[in-house]
């Protein structure tokens, strides 16, 4: 082993995977993948007509396709309810902790299947057919979950938005995805704080690109004012109160779209990442078993919001493949104080805890009293997701939040990936602080050179993944070119992760971030070009450049230089109003934390930014600026120091 700390397996640790266990399973998943894989779809799912093929894929070009179980048939929301009422119809599916602590409900498999149910038939009657487009825009309630389930149960196409995103942003996602219906609420509160979420779907549905959307359907959430659109606008309750309570399930084939979700690239334009069914519900329910070692009756909960891939694969689809209990939190950690985590966690007895390394830092920022004051006894194992976790964070989650006694499972994925690809499994895996460690059964990362050469041992390089594994996204909609393009056009039949990682003499992974011009600000994925985009559609900026600079708590901070247009001047006032026209334009989560005016910005001849360069002086790195020599005006760079030192 090398000389990093490491923490082995507690050895009381009775897990459903030990390292022999790993080993042998690991080997054999490589081996022979469709006997693996095949295996565990015949135990994992419940078959309509059962598959007999298991896996048919190829990365090139011309052939570029990936298929699981292609001619097998299941429904998802009848593996994910259905099937469990007999034996655990009466445990509780879903706990929801509302933003207001007073406020909680418990919701058996059985109260879910009928809202699924209720909700199906009245989209069916509102003409919904199976691949139809369906947005969800809503806070954290348990009708995020019912839609959604709802959604796969007639075989409609579900397009979650998260509820912190523009109008003009939620414009562009139903648009892409020609949705006819949108399900929203009233309004959604997060903090004590309110989120006029219908009136930013009248917005967005007020603009004339937008001319697919039949009905919106409306939960009444805080009951606070909304406009309404007679014809249009229906109330959620009212429509499933009148549907039937029996919505036989849509046969699906194992290939057919169950989701789109949007992700950030390094263009403008957002990619709608397409999730089929079997596959992916496979690869969420395994992981999530496996990885958080989850018991049956145990109370599970991953703090992310639905909005954000983490919330499909780990709020619903894999906790609910598995008959778990799942937690679904409404607010924020930090009200109405900073113990709220831990208080929920004692009010549920929450058994495993998965959040991202953003919130862990902030709390942590609080010191350890706020933790301490809660018993957290139930705990058995924690999870990381989104973003690198330092070790100092790693080690006040696993010392102060987990008393030293619960394995941290530091999981690697992507919206494309479905699931978690490279992680820890907590009875197999001796943690080091800061490295996902080694990849989950049947997933074969490598590293490779800037030429495509793959790399042994310890090493650096482009993260790749050889094969395929059943949770892969399978193209994106609309645009099968971009796919091909954006993941296996850099490397010959690899899917390229965008990531870059390094490889310890053990053979684990320590991801070291984006290599490409995407950012990571408190665990949420966003492209550079999307917020230049929103710059200079300001009247006032001629150019914008965006770049990432290391931030303590959010990970990555948003740094913005902005070339302003003709007869405009510099001002505080400007400032401000650039940084809310952001926020108006995509959300706040894209608001720039620093915007630097700059009359130029380093080009190359041909015109193309320099970024390496505006990212060295965002970081006050100016000593190391690499090679400045191809820059067509070099004076610009000095005045960009200048201002940065002087700001
Ligand atoms: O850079 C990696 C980082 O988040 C990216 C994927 O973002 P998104 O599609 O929004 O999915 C986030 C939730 C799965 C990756 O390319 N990332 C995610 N998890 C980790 C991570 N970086 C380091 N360690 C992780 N555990």
């Known amino acids: 082993m090398s000389e990093e700390k490491i923490y082995p397996v507690p050895a009381q640790f009775d897990a459903l995977i030990d390292k022999q266990q790993y080993e042998k399973m690991y080997a054999d998943s490589i081996r022979d993948p469709d006997a693996f894989w095949g295996e565990q779809a015949r135990q994992r799912l419940d078959w309509i007509k059962p598959f007999s093929k298991v896996s048919n894929y190829s990365f090139a070009k011309d052939d570029l396709h990936i298929r699981w179980f292609e001619d097998g048939t299941l429904n998802v ?108 609420a009233d309004q959604s509160v997060r903090g004590g704080k309110k989120v006029p979420l219908k009136a930013n779907v009248d917005k967005a549905l007020a603009q004339e690109r937008v001319t697919t959307v039949e009905k919106v359907i409306v939960v009444k959430r805080t009951g606070g004012d909304i406009e309404w659109t007679d014809g249009r606008d229906l109330w959620y309750e009212e429509i499933t109160a009148s549907a039937d309570s029996d919505c036989p399930p849509e046969e699906m084939n194992a290939e057919d779209p169950l ?57 619903v689809y894999g906790p609910l493949a ?15 104080d900073n113990s709220r985590f831990w208080e929920i966690i004692d009010k549920h007895q929450v058994n495993s805890f998965y959040t991202a390394p953003t919130a862990i830092r902030a709390l942590m920022r ?57 992680t820890p499994l907590p009875g197999a895996t001796d943690l080091k602080p800061g490295s996902a460690t080694r990849p989950f059964f049947g997933v074969q990362p490598a590293l490779v050179d800037t030429d495509g050469n793959e790399l042994d041992g310890a090493n650096n390089g482009a993260l790749v993944l050889k094969g395929s594994w059943p949770g892969q996204m399978r193209t994106i909609f609309g645009d099968h070119e971009r796919f091909f393009q954006t993941y296996f056009a850099t490397f010959e039949n690899v899917y390229f992760t965008g990531d870059g990682a390094r490889r310890d003499e053990d ?23 999307e917020i230049e985009s929103a710059l200079v559609a300001h009247p006032s900026v001629a150019e914008a450049a965006v770049v990432g600079f290391p931030h303590d708590l959010k990970g990555q901070g948003i740094y913005a230089y902005v070339t302003l247009s003709a007869g405009k001047e510099p001002s505080d006032a400007l400032l401000g109003e650039l940084s809310q026209w952001v926020r108006t334009e995509i959300g706040p989560i894209a608001k720039p934390d620093f915007i630097q005016f700059a009359p130029g910005l380093p080009k190359t001849r041909s015109g193309k930014i320099m970024r390496r360069i505006l990212r060295k002086i965002a970081e006050n790195d100016y000593g190391n600026l690499g090679d400045t020599s191809t820059l067509a005006e070099p004076g610009v760079v000095n005045d960009l120091i200048d201002r940065r030192m002087n700001r």
């Not at 509102?126 to 806070?139: A, E, F, I, N, S």
């Not at 053979?507 to 070009?529: C, E, F, K, P, Q």
């Open 77 to 184: 929301s009848y593996n994910c309810l259905d099937l469990h009422l007999e034996e655990r119809g009466d445990q509780t599916a879903i706990i929801w902790e509302g933003d207001d602590p007073d406020n909680s409900l418990h919701i058996s498999y059985r109260e879910l299947h009928e809202k699924v149910s209720r909700l199906g038939n009245a989209l069916r009657e509102q003409g919904v057919k199976k691949g139809d487009r369906v947005t969800l825009y809503l806070p954290m309630i348990p009708e995020a979950a019912v839609a959604m389930l709802a959604c796969a149960r007639i075989g409609a196409v579900h397009s979650v938005v998260f509820g912190g995103f523009s109008p003009g942003a939620l414009a562009d996602r139903i648009v892409d995805c020609e949705a006819s219906i949108v399900i929203t």
């Open 507 to 529: 053979g684990y992974y320590w991801i070291t971030g984006r290599m490409d011009d995407v950012l990571n600000v408190s665990g949420h994925r966003m492209g550079t070009a």
């Open 322 to 336: 598995n008959a778990a209990t799942t937690v679904m939190f409404e607010g924020v950690p930090s009200y109405p």
């Open 259 to 315: 989701f789109i979700l949007y992700t950030s690239g390094s263009t403008g334009k957002p990619k709608g990442v397409l999730h089929t069914s079997a596959g992916y519900l496979l690869y969420a329910g395994m992981t999530h078993e496996l990885v958080f070692d989850y018991r049956p009756g145990e109370v599970y909960w991953c703090t992310a919001d639905v909005g954000w891939v983490t919330g499909h694969s780990y709020i």
């Open 366 to 422: 609080d010191g350890d009293e706020p933790v301490k004051k809660c018993s957290r006894k139930s705990l058995r194992v924690l999870g990381s997701v989104g973003e690198p976790i330092n070790p100092q964070a790693w080690e006040w989650y696993y010392h102060v939040v987990g008393d030293g006694r619960c394995p941290i499972v530091d999981t690697w994925w992507q919206t494309e990936t479905g699931g978690t690809l490279i």
